[in-house]
């Protein structure tokens, strides 16, 4: 069992890898510019392989504990925006990340 969880904390880990890199390419002047920069490109492939670790994970994780649990990646990324990209982090932030936390970490309780 623990490798699905370990799976899961992977695809995690590339799912927020991958919101980065695609923040990081945000910036093209055009939409199609923005696909075709490298980091976009693999920001996608991330995401892709973020997927097929979830789905690993789903063998043998109830998709009640899984799916509630990525939602970690949401906090993560709010931290890292604010410190990779100067993003806005102020109370409203910090209160809603706690309650994101606060609800994995009681799902994930057995």
């Known amino acids: 069992m623990t490798f699905y ?5 992977i695809g995690i880990l590339a799912g927020i890898g991958g919101q980065v890199l695609l923040k990081t390419g945000a910036d093209a002047p ?5 696909l075709m920069r490298p980091s976009t490109i693999a920001g996608l492939a991330l995401y892709g392989s973020a997927a097929f670790l979830y789905i690993i ?13 990525v939602s970690l990646s949401y906090a993560i990324v709010a931290v890292l925006g ?3 990209f100067g ?24």
């Open 5 to 9: 969880y370990v799976m899961l904390g």
């Open 30 to 34: 055009d939409f199609f510019s923005q």
């Open 57 to 69: 994970a789903l063998r043998k994780i109830p998709v009640s504990v899984a799916f509630p649990s």
């Open 82 to 84: 604010h410190f990779l």
């Open 87 to 110: 993003e806005p982090f102020g109370i409203k932030q910090i209160g809603g990340l706690a309650l994101i936390v606060g609800g994995v970490v009681l799902i994930n309780q057995s």
